[in-house]
């Protein structure tokens, strides 16, 4: 389930008051460190906390009453029931077990037997806790909303009733088939729908506040502008949140799991946020750029959600060109929309100060914008040649594209890194913001090169090469990110001078080779480059790497503005070389035959210790390491 949380919206609270338990939990159950009693333990705590959610989203509607109030506390109040039912079964069953000593054997009975029951109460709970925010007469529209704690209330009830059946569901998938991995396309695609979700959120935060304040007022609602932008990033965050209830038709044979598929709590959330912001939309003034702007992402997240969920209540797709051209896709929209955010909180300030920061914020913003653009059109072209019959291959494998787009993301990084974070209206969300882009865009680029070299059989190394690639891309730059931010932090210190700015040239030294080490990577032209492993590319940035380690060990962490805080984002930068210089060395070993370690097959199996082919790549990666630290130190 928290998959479809992973990288949430970060400009919306949902959430926030509640910590998921599944992803924590199961993982304990499947690798013996939890029992199947302390597991039932857990559940009754979450449980406990549904039950209070519903209870606490009661009480808030019955002191506010009904008027100016979009929630049925009748609905809530049959939810309650539902949830205590299944509340009191697990009472039953732990107080049972606890007074045997087969407590282990009833517990592990009770998730193989009796959970798909208690599933279904809680699945006619959530549906009744769903519906509790429209009545009978008149669909929910939140820009008519007075009070938003009721609403806040219903949604934090839905996200622990989610990982409450989320938790009984994998549980007993874990007791009645011994699996314990759930389907990767499943997962992927309920990270493209959250991807889709948050950028709609973001999104939603460029509408001019004077553009929703006059539709609420022309509705007659009490709430303000960032109220109702709260309130609809939490139906946007439902929508992802709730596809991980969704089985495809494979899981649900596998299963025989028919709870309350007549109740369709995603597909009803679909619907809503399609109603609501479809209206919101016809109100914008057209001529506005943010609100033609946040129109085209709404729609776009909209369609890709409404295919993911299609698909994954049917069979979702199996080729590799289309799973990567979807999560390229739902990467750059998100990418598109943080941008975008950002831009427009520093564009009244560009108006009067043609500030660097600014300027660099527009053109990333465009230069995302334009990569997007340009798969949209490979997938209508795409479209196109299906429709007339005549697919001559994916648009998306086409080199042309790939170089295309990745030139842009390239582009989109290189300004990224000149933005000072400070100069930000809003630092710490936005530079937020920024990292996160950051993170997509490498994502995109290494996914780029990765179809650019599955188009082309001249150009296509092994898919661990990629893999390989993307590990040493996210190791540079999460160490780029981690010197930049102690870069900026002596900004602050006035007057700098001798030892002080030493260390500070010094900081500034590692970042440039580190960000050297990753244009080099990331800069290769894949007809110069004929494998991903080139010896000399790799080399060239193994010496950069040893540079960077040598620098960083000649830093005083006393001189440092924040010696606690800066001192362990060196330590991690530390640790990232030793690894990233690891890596190279090991693809360098692979890509050269004269320095190949021997095959397996060369070891005789009943050999461990030294025998072993590994152990002895990892031997010759240190030596090969320490003899390029020392030879830099003569």
Same mark, same amino acid.
């Given at each position: ?9 970060? +400009? ?6 509640y910590?998921? +338990?599944?992803?924590?939990l ?14 039932? &333990?857990?559940l009754?705590?979450v $449980?406990?906390h ?10 808030? +509607?019955g002191?506010?009453?009904r008027?100016?109030?979009?929630? *049925?506390a ?5 939810a309650?029931v539902?949830?205590?039912?299944v509340?009191?079964?697990v009472v ?5 077990a ?5 407590k282990e054997?009833?517990s ?6 009796t959970?798909?029951e ?5 699945? *006619? ?5 769903s519906?509790?925010?429209?009545h009978?007469?008149?669909?929910? /529209? ?7 704690d009721?609403?806040?209330?219903v ?8 990982? !409450? ?6 549980a ?5 088939? %011994? ?5 990767s396309?499943?997962?992927?695609a ?7 979700m ?5 999104a939603?935060?460029? +509408? ?15 709430? #303000? ?18 596809s991980s ?6 899981? =649900? ?7 309350s ?12 946020? #399609?109603?609501?912001?479809t209206r919101l939309i016809h109100?914008?003034?057209?001529s ?13 997240a909209?369609?890709r959600?409404s295919?993911?969920?299609? *698909?994954?209540e049917g ?6 060109a ?7 896709? #739902?990467?750059?929209l998100?990418a ?8 427009a909180?520093?564009?009244a300030r560009?108006?009067?100060? &043609? ?11 465009? &230069?995302?914008?334009?990569?997007? /653009?340009t ?7 795409c ?5 007339y %019959?005549?697919i001559?291959? $994916? ?7 790939c170089s ?6 390239d *582009?989109?990084?290189?300004?990224l ?9 809003n ?6 913001l920024?990292?996160r882009t950051?993170?997509i ?9 990765s179809l ?21 891309? #996210?190791?540079?730059?999460?160490a780029?990110s ?11 210190? /006035? ?8 260390? &500070?040239?010094?900081?500034l030294?590692?970042?440039e080779k580190?960000?050297?080490a990753l ?18 590319v790799?080399s ?15 830093i005083?962490v006393?001189?440092l503005?924040?010696? =606690? ?14 690894d990233?210089g ?7 070993? !692979? ?17 461990? %210790?030294?025998g072993?082919?590994?152990?002895y790549l990892?031997?010759?990666?240190t ?6 630290l ?5």
């Open positions: 389930m928290v998959s479809a949380m992973h990288g949430r919206c970060i +400009v919306s609270n949902y959430g926030s008051g910590q998921l +338990v599944c992803d924590r199961v993982p304990e159950l499947q690798s013996g460190r939890c029992s199947y009693f302390s597991f039932l &333990k857990s009754l705590s $449980l406990e549904a039950v209070e959610s519903t209870e606490r989203a009661q009480s808030i +509607v002191q506010i009453g008027v100016g109030c979009g929630i *049925d009748q609905r809530l109040a049959t309650q539902r949830l205590s039912r509340f009191e079964a039953a069953v732990i107080q049972n606890a007074a045997s000593e087969d054997e009833i592990r009975n009770f998730l193989k037997q959970c798909n208690l599933i279904r109460e809680c699945f *006619d709970a959530l549906y009744h806790i519906n509790s925010r429209r009978s007469r008149r669909r929910l /529209s939140i820009f008519a909303e007075h009070y938003t009721a609403f806040s209330s949604s934090n009830a839905i996200l622990v009733v989610v990982d !409450a059946i989320t938790l009984m569901r994998r007993h998938t874990y007791v009645t088939t %011994g699996n314990t991995v759930e389907n396309a499943i997962i992927d309920r990270r493209r729908i959250a991807r889709c948050n950028a709609a959120c973001y939603v935060h460029a +509408v001019p506040s004077s553009t929703i304040g006059s539709f609420v007022e022309a509705l007659g609602g009490g709430c #303000s502008a960032p109220e109702i932008r709260e309130m609809t990033c939490y139906l946007l965050q439902e929508a992802a949140l709730l209830l969704v089985l495809n038709q494979e899981e =649900m044979a596998d299963r025989g799991d028919t709870a598929s007549h109740h369709s709590p995603s597909q009803y959330a679909l619907d809503l946020l #399609s109603r609501l912001l109100r914008l003034e057209p506005c750029p943010n609100t033609r702007f946040f129109s085209e992402v709404f729609h776009a909209m369609e959600t295919m993911e969920y299609r *698909d994954m069979t979702l797709p199996s080729d590799d289309v799973i990567h051209q979807r999560n390229l896709s #739902s990467m750059l998100e598109v929309a943080m941008t975008h955010m950002v831009n909180s520093c564009a560009a108006q009067k100060e &043609k500030g660097h920061c600014a300027r660099s914020i527009l053109e990333t913003s465009e &230069k995302v914008q334009k990569a997007f /653009s798969i949209r059109e490979s997938e209508r072209l479209v196109d040649q299906y429709f %019959g005549y001559l291959g $994916l648009p998306i494998g086409d080199a042309n594209v295309r787009i990745r030139g842009l993301v *582009d989109a990084q290189l300004l890194e000149s933005i000072d974070v400070n100069s930000l209206p630092p710490a969300l936005h530079g937020e920024l990292n950051r993170k865009l490498l994502d995109s680029g290494a996914l780029c090169i650019q070299c599955g188009a082309d059989p001249e150009y296509r190394p092994p898919h661990q090469a990629v893999m390989q690639q993307r590990n040493l891309s #996210s190791m540079l730059l999460e780029v981690a010197m930049y931010t102690v870069q900026t932090s002596f900004n602050a210190i /006035s007057p700098i001078a001798g030892d002080i700015e030493n260390c &500070k040239s010094t900081v030294g590692i970042g580190l960000q050297e244009s080099v990577l990331r800069g290769r032209s894949l007809t110069d480059v004929p494998s991903l492993g080139n010896v000399n790799l060239h940035i193994t010496g950069l790497v040893a540079d960077a380690q040598l620098l960083l060990e000649s005083d006393r001189l503005p924040n010696p =606690m805080l800066h001192g362990e984002l060196l330590n991690r930068t530390r640790e990232i070389l030793i990233a690891s890596l190279c060395i090991r693809l360098q070993c !692979a890509g050269n035959p004269e320095y190949r370690p021997p095959q397996e097959s060369d070891f005789d199996p009943g050999v461990g %210790g030294e072993n082919p590994s152990t990892a031997a010759l990666s030596l090969m390491s320490a003899f390029s020392h030879s830099r130190r003569q």
